[in-house]
């Protein structure tokens, strides 16, 4: 079984920044590093939705919504990705979370994010 913990979210004013934090635990330990790694977000009211993912050789992308502002990254030694948020806006609000690409582990909590305009 595989344990996800996501970390970092907080109060942020518009224009600000966060880093977040996602610790894999579990059955991972020797395959973290082979998986396409995801960071997610559901706001409230909302569908939860892809924000950015990883190759595991350390190749981004990103929804157009966040491209230029958010920037991914996984360090495989430590079963461990990161998600440097820089320019916060309100739309960015939402509770963050980690996962495989597409979802295949159970989720974890997830960190709030809440950006004040």
């Known amino acids: 079984q595989v344990q996800l913990v996501e970390s970092g979210g907080g109060l942020v004013q518009a224009g600000g920044s966060l880093r977040l934090s996602c610790a894999a635990s579990g059955s991972i330990f020797s395959t973290f590093s082979i998986h396409i790694m995801a960071w997610y977000r559901q706001a409230p009211g909302k569908q939860r939705e892809l924000v950015a993912h990883i190759s595991s050789g350390g190749r981004p992308n990103y929804a157009d919504s966040v491209k230029g502002r958010f920037t991914i990254s996984r360090e495989n030694a430590k079963n461990t990705m990161y998600l440097r948020m820089n320019s916060l806006k309100p739309e960015d609000t939402a509770v963050y979370y980690c996962?495989?690409?597409?979802?295949?582990?159970?989720w974890g909590q997830g960190t709030q994010v809440i950006v004040s305009s």
């Open positions: 996962n495989a690409y597409g979802g295949t582990w159970p």
